[in-house]
């Protein structure tokens, strides 16, 4: 016999969201699980979902976590009556199941980037959500993040003349056997972090590409036999202006962006991390300004934001139809690399943009000790 869903119903003001987190890898316990410290406001830890007994018992001892489920038992998670919503921090070939069979029991979805390997896997999620009157937001924590947003608002003010140019890199090294380098599991330089770059030229440009070309390139190491070492990627947006960016598993970290105008120009370092502090340079003509801007907790102020969502009704932005933009633009990407010419874009349903009112500080958090988990680099 089917399971009946559980009927979402709208909370009382001043309830809390009850969450649980799917998926104990590295972004969990570095960011995600720590930050419900900084979302007391309206959210709440409920529930630990993996297949690592070992994990499972001691961050729920660590964390205070009553519930905890192997992935076997997700639907009887979701079904508990516990949660009201995940944070699905899996692989990404992951992503549309477990967003897809949360929506079905009624169960809000907090999606890690990229929303999923493919453009009909984010509209099976989207078709999901709306079908069960249940909320969908994909976690571009940099949406809520002060550096970022005061970029794209210098980028929109004027001061930097007719925006023209934009330019990024976003470079790491990836140890051999992360998932990352795993094409099965979703792994690949756009998807992991070129995304950021695709996904920042969108909203400094407050636009979207019409046409798109890259080069894919690796260096012969036995990491990179099933995913490119690097990709080297332009965009092409109305009105003749160009993004470009480079991301890399193989090289030295960089993260960076700049955006170009007629009069000035405004580069960020530090760009996309959540590890450290940003700064912003800004030239126009022959005087150049800096600001650095202190390490925050990014992850804390999306808890607060998709719960507020959910407790008012609000459509959340970044939305579902954000996280296919970057997808879409990705799956184009990797036609152009494999064919080695150009591929022209469809057009794009209008998405709102981040700004300034989205911005929610919070305190950095202190980065905990993993358990059976480490970074990318395998530091």
Do not use: W
Not at 347 to 354: D, G, Q, S, T
């Amino acid at each position: 016999m089917a399971k009946k869903k559980r009927k979402t119903s709208p909370k009382k003001a001043g309830s809390k969201i009850g969450y649980a987190v799917v998926g104990q890898g590295y972004i969990s316990q570095v960011a995600v699980l720590p930050a419900f410290a900084n979302a007391t406001r309206n959210s709440r830890l409920v529930a630990l979902i993996s297949d690592d007994p070992a994990k499972l018992e001691k961050l729920s001892r660590k964390y205070g976590i009553q519930h905890t489920y192997s992935y076997e038992r997700y639907d009887e998670c979701l079904n508990s009556g516990e949660v009201d919503a995940v944070y699905i921090a899996l692989p990404n070939h992951l992503h549309c199941d477990f967003a897809v069979r949360a929506a079905k029991a009624g169960v809000h979805v907090l999606c890690e980037k990229p929303m999923a390997v493919s453009v009909f896997e984010c509209k099976q999620m989207m078709a999901a959500a709306r079908e069960n009157s249940v909320k969908l937001m994909v976690a571009y924590r940099l949406h809520f993040e002060e550096a970022n947003l005061k970029a794209v608002k210098i980028a929109q003010s004027g001061q930097l003349g007719e925006l023209r140019i934009f330019n990024s890199l976003f470079t790491m090294q990836v140890e051999e056997g992360n998932i990352r380098l795993k094409k099965a599991l979703g792994g690949g330089t756009l998807y992991d972090i070129g995304i950021y770059c695709i996904n920042a030229a969108r909203y400094l440009f407050q636009d979207e590409p019409s046409r798109v070309f890259a080069v894919t390139e690796s260096n012969g190491e036995k990491r990179f036999a099933e995913v490119e070492e690097m990709t080297s990627a332009m965009l092409v947006f109305p009105h003749n202006r160009l993004a470009c960016f480079t991301c890399s598993f193989g090289a030295a970290d960089i993260s960076r962006y700049e955006i170009v105008g007629t009069k000035g120009s405004l580069q960020v370092d530090m760009a996309y991390e959540f590890s450290s502090g940003m700064r912003h340079t800004v030239t126009i003509g022959e005087k150049t300004k800096s600001r650095a801007f202190p390490k925050r907790d990014q992850f804390g102020p999306e808890l607060l934001y998709f719960s507020d969502c959910i407790l008012q009704g609000k459509e959340p932005e970044p939305s579902g139809q954000e996280g296919m933009a970057d997808v879409q633009i990705i799956e184009a990407l990797y036609r152009s690399a494999e064919n080695g010419s150009p591929v022209n874009l469809s057009e794009f349903e209008e998405v709102a943009r981040p700004s300034l009112k989205q911005e929610i500080k919070k305190p950095p958090i202190k980065e905990p000790t993993l358990i059976r988990a480490k970074a990318p680099s395998g530091h």
